[in-house]
Nanobody, 114 residues
Framework: VQLQASGGGLVQAGGSLRLSCAVS????????WGWSRQAPGKQRELVAA???????NYADSVKGRFTISRDNRKNTVSLQMNSLKLEDTAVYYC?????????WGQGTLVTVSS
């Protein structure tokens, strides 16, 4: 199984980005998937998750701004991030939820500037 996160970049506060996670070797329709992030000097935290049934959950810090979704045909899991804040700056990772250690990839860096 391989996961490739992409879509990060530099964006001004208030802007938007869409992250995508391409999954190979396992269908995204199985199990629960999540997006986590790790800011400098902080522990990695789960920010959004989607179940195999399509139910979603969000951390309070991103609720109302981030949307997780799944494309069964493309076998991808995406994270739409709107109204970005400085504190959203982090490396973002996709993984199963709960995460599988072997599935962690390089992540994609999101930098929000003022």
């Amino acid at each position: 199984v391989q996961l490739q996160a992409s879509g990060g970049g530099l964006v001004q506060a208030g802007g938007s980005l869409r992250l995508s996670c391409a999954v190979s070797g396992l269908s995204v329709t199985l199990r629960r998937w999540g997006w986590s992030r790790q800011a400098p000097g902080k522990q990695r935290e789960l920010v959004a998750a989607i179940t195999n049934g399509g139910s979603t959950n969000y951390a309070d810090s991103v609720k109302g701004r981030f949307t997780i979704s799944r494309d069964n045909r493309k076998n991808t899991v995406s994270l739409q991030m709107n109204s970005l804040k400085l504190e959203d700056t982090a490396v973002y990772y996709c993984n199963r939820d709960p995460p599988i250690a072997e599935y962690w990839g390089q992540g994609t860096l999101v930098t929000v500037s003022s």
